[in-house]
């Protein structure tokens, strides 16, 4: 067990518990200790899915040998239960159990671990009362020892193997101590009369005395040769923690999508091929930071091949934020504004700019100026203005004495007033600390993905949509010598699993490929495939050359096990214009020289070419921009790109002439235009080849494919020049290479930084806000504030009496029906914060939906529940209950005052039953066919024009 207080404590209770352990054990740490610490006594390891689970259960219950029941699920055999319970009853002076039909015998010497391998598993409470719960998760300062152990064992091994011996010996002398005592304390017990008289007694006295002082004097030697070892080794400490943050960064990734799930064993070889292949260095700093940087290096690239685009900057960002934390840098309560800002219900203070500040943007302001280094931002200065209107805000100086900001609180600024420029300056941020590698994840690489596989660990292809990676596997198989009939493959599905377990029964033993496609359409067969991947895929029988591929959308029924032992990739189109080019350059077929150079008119072929994957890059850059870059999102992916490609190449082969109707057509109505169903999007696709299938591309040296030239069409040359070309374009493009104005960024921006604060977050320990209050007396005093606002429900009889249903007066049941639906939603706010207080107090059980509740208010979020019965609203929790409180007191006035002259638009729940209400009154009053009614807008030139809204 490692050796930090946690681990101990749970390795005491195990040992003395009355009820058998149940270990959450995702890494495996409680499985490997049991295996060592039972190997003595004739362990048996069963899973619940093997066929003789209980036969072999009962042997050990009748002669008292342990039992390791491993990967449990959520949900436990209810044959299990006498066991769990230990019901045992006598008859005939034995102890017998029952077991399913049979009884047998009880032996008291039997000794039953569970494990499961889930992260974070519910258990009901029938089953938590049954068995002994415990975290097996490991800590941060048992993973700091474990790599301690290995860095010291592989750079300096005559000290780690001595320090092994000392912990061994000086668990035997303790033991003999403990023995002699023992033997002591029976010699004085058993003793009759005058001990000085009983000579056995005396004897065994003095030799115990002498065995005392030479095991004493052992044990003060060994002492010391430790604290000696220890000082040697802590000069390896950075390296352990630096290590250790690193693996818990990856180890929260599952809470993002199910599919990132990594294994302690994954990351400690990485660990130990990053001690042999960092750079030497006899100083022992510059070794430390020589280890440190290629560690870091080596689980960036292995973790980005398996998240999908929009989590590779998460992950970026989530492991330079924890590594500075490490070194003391980040200040927690910024960090948390950062992510959240800041949760409050009110704001006591006047927005001074309110003709351009919008209140949101003035309350977190607000909440910003009580973090430390922003003390003061609340006098808010005009010359803040310049920084909201630029189109470039992380570069514009901050005013006055602001500009002196750095880091995060710099961030903590922008995130107030421009939160739609927060990913490029998170990008920066990255860059100032890590460098430039860790914004630039690496290209999807299949060959590499095979080099660090082995026959028996799975490669799995995590999809999305528009992703396929079967063209590329199969040309990748061809390559290796595994075409055709040496690489099997099937879809699966309903009736599909014994014929895929023949296939690797078989593929095992000849040394082929087999590739399962869409697993998540087999979740019924996925435990069947973790029993063939752990028992049947084993290094004895598996051929050298077997590899098993799968292919599978995230699914949470996905085997956490292959998940975690096999190699994981992902095949999107990489995110940002350069880096799609860049893909498609250093891809297959381009990056093959005898396609790039296989064309006769190379000055044609070469320029096409281009323009041809910039236009591919475009199409599919352009669905981040919603409806104004496609009304529908069409999922335009590799193999149109592939196809048109081959023809081009085909075409411009064959005919003399250059046949540029000919490719429009094919490229443009059919492989892309072939996927569109909407007019106008056919349209925009036609014209925007017209741009890239033209003359001047080829003729001119300098074609521009922006407004501002930045783009352009490199001149013919080798096949490196256009990788050069295209590595010095910008990161991230401007709206004007897609023809669009600067604005239509702030939408995609705006959302681009909620994904990545909103993942981030899921990523967080639960935390409030500082004050130093706890997260429960926080909610607690939330829920009290936002319950003591909340009024009454309405009392809808009363209200019908008031305003009945008539046929002159359609807005009455405009009125009704809003009443109703709000009663509705102020039901479920009341109950569920009446509900929580009482589960922070322990009065009711906190479920899984008041835990969302909690969570959400915790990071100033509409909890979920309240969402559900609530109008579309995307406001933070303050502005939300606000927003409330301000339509309840619309509909309140309303009741009281009578039918309002002027109407608040978006204070309806459901706008468009008082848009038809209007029209009705209308079409009624001046016998109108409604039908033929529409309404008019004027728009008056200043809002104070309305006296009171």
Not at 155 to 181: C, D, M, V, W, Y
Not at 657 to 682: F, H, I, K, M
Request: hydrophobic residues 40%.
């Amino acid at each position: 067990l490692p050796v930090d207080s946690f681990s101990i404590d749970n390795g005491i209770v195990v040992s003395n518990s009355r009820r058998f352990p149940l270990m959450i054990d995702p890494q495996g740490q409680a499985n490997k200790w049991v295996k060592n610490m039972e190997k003595k006594n004739k362990l048996s390891v069963v899973k619940l899915s093997d066929p003789n689970y209980v036969r072999t259960l009962e042997n050990s219950v009748q002669f008292g040998t342990p039992v390791l029941l491993e990967n449990v699920d959520e949900e436990l055999d209810p044959l299990l239960e006498p066991l769990l319970l230990k019901q045992t009853f006598k008859q005939g002076g034995v102890e017998y159990i029952r077991l399913g039909e049979n009884v047998i015998e009880f032996s008291r010497d039997f000794r039953f671990y569970i494990t499961s391998r889930l992260r974070n598993p519910h258990y009901l409470p029938e089953v938590s009362v049954k068995v002994c719960l415990l975290n097996f998760m490991i800590t941060p300062l048992g993973l700091e020892d474990q790599l301690l152990g290995i860095v010291v064992a592989k750079e300096r091994p005559e000290l780690e193997t001595q320090k092994n011996q000392l912990i061994l010996e000086s668990a035997e002398n303790k033991k003999q101590l403990k023995e002699i005592e023992d033997q002591i304390l029976e010699v004085l017990s058993s003793s009759e009369g005058n001990i000085l008289e009983d000579e056995k007694a005396i004897n065994v006295l003095s030799s115990s005395k002498v065995l005392s002082e030479e095991i004493q004097a052992k044990q003060e030697i060994a002492t010391k040769t430790e604290v000696q070892i220890d000082e040697t080794r802590n000069g390896y400490t950075p390296v352990a923690v630096h290590g250790s943050v690193l693996f818990f960064c990856i180890s929260d990734l599952a809470n993002i999508e199910p599919m990132y799930q990594y294994s302690l064993s994954w990351f400690i070889n990485l660990f130990l091929q990053s001690i042999a292949n960092s750079t030497k260095s006899s100083d022992l700093v510059e070794r430390i930071e020589h280890l440190n940087d290629h560690f870091t290096h080596s689980i960036y690239n292995n973790v980005c091949r398996s998240l999908f685009e929009k989590d590779k900057l998460i992950f970026s960002t989530i492991l330079c934020v924890q590594l500075l934390k490490s070194k003391g840098n980040v200040n927690e309560e910024t960090w948390r504004f950062l992510l959240t800002g800041g949760v409050a219900l009110e704001n006591p203070h006047k927005n001074p700019c309110a003709d351009w500040l919008p209140e949101k943007a003035w309350g977190e302001v607000v909440r910003a100026s009580a973090l430390p280094g922003l003390d003061g931002f609340l006098k808010f200065e005009r010359g803040w203005k310049d920084v909201y209107d630029s189109a470039n805000p992380a570069e514009t100086p901050y005013p006055g004495k602001w500009n002196a900001l750095a880091g995060l609180s710099r961030l903590v600024v922008l995130r107030c007033l421009r939160p739609d420029k927060l990913v490029g300056a998170m990008q920066n941020f990255i860059v100032e600390n890590m460098g430039r590698t860790y914004i630039e994840p690496p290209t999807f690489d299949l060959a590499g993905s095979f080099a660090d596989s082995y026959n028996c660990s799975p490669l799995i292809f995590v999809l999305s949509p528009g992703a396929d990676p079967m063209a590329g596997l199969l040309k990748f198989a061809e390559d290796k010598g595994f075409g055709g009939d040496r690489c099997k493959r099937i879809s699966l599905g309903q009736g599909q699993g014994p014929i895929a377990s023949r296939m690797i029964d078989d593929a095992i033993v000849r040394g082929t490929w087999v590739v399962l496609q869409n697993c998540h359409l087999a979740t019924s067969w996925m435990p069947r495939l973790e029993k063939i991947c752990e028992e049947t895929i084993i290094p004895e029988k598996t051929h050298k050359e077997f590899r098993l591929w799968l292919t599978s959308y995230p699914s949470d029924a996905f085997p956490v096990s292959i998940l975690q032992n096999g190699v994981k990739m992902t095949n999107e189109p990489p995110k940002g214009l350069r880096a799609n080019l860049l893909r498609s350059y250093l891809n297959d077929p381009i990056s093959d020289k005898s396609f790039f150079e296989g064309c006769n008119k190379t000055l044609e072929w070469e320029k096409l070419l281009f323009g041809l994957c910039f236009f591919h890059a475009l199409v599919q850059e352009r669905r981040k921009f919603g409806p104004l870059g496609w009304n529908i999102p069409y999922e335009f992916n590799e193999s149109d790109l592939r196809i048109s490609m081959r023809q081009l190449q085909m075409f411009l082969n064959e005919y003399e002439e250059l046949p540029l109707s000919a490719l429009l057509y094919l490229t443009g109505q059919c492989n892309y235009g072939g996927r569109v169903t909407d007019d106008w999007d056919r349209r925009l696709l036609t014209s925007m080849l017209d741009i890239f299938y033209c003359k001047p591309i080829i003729y001119s040296d300098d074609y521009k494919l922006s407004f501002s030239g930045l783009y352009y069409v490199p001149p013919k040359g080798e096949y490196q020049s256009y990788i050069d070309y295209l590595r010095s374009l910008p990161l991230t493009p401007n709206p004007e290479v897609f023809g669009m104005h600067d604005n239509a960024d702030i939408t995609k921006d705006q959302q681009e930084t909620a994904q990545l604060l909103d993942s981030i977050l899921l990523t967080q320990p639960r935390q409030s806000g500082g004050g130093g209050k706890s997260p429960e007396d926080t909610i607690a005093d939330l829920a009290t504030d936002i319950l003591s606002k909340l009024p009454a429900d309405f009392n809808i009889e009363q209200v019908v009496r008031k305003y009945p249903v008539i046929y002159e007066e359609s807005m009455n049941t405009v009125l009704r029906q809003e009443l109703i639906r709000f009663n509705r939603l102020t039901a479920v706010v009341r109950s569920s914060l009446v509900n929580i207080k009482k589960a922070i107090k322990g009065l009711v059980v906190m479920s899984s939906q008041l835990e969302d509740v909690f969570n959400s208010m915790l990071v100033g979020k509409v909890p979920e529940m309240w969402a559900a019965k609530s109008y579309p609203s995307l406001k933070p929790l303050g502005s939300y209950v606000t927003d409330l409180l301000a339509r309840l007191k619309f509909l309140n006035d309303w009741i009281r005052d009578g039918m309002p002259n002027v109407f608040w638009v978006s204070g309806f729940y459901f706008t468009q039953s008082f848009l038809t209400g209007a029209s009705q009154n209308f079409a009624r009053k001046y016998t109108i066919p409604i039908d033929k009614l529409g309404f008019e807008f004027e728009v008056l030139d200043e809002e104070n024009d309305l006296p009171h809204r």
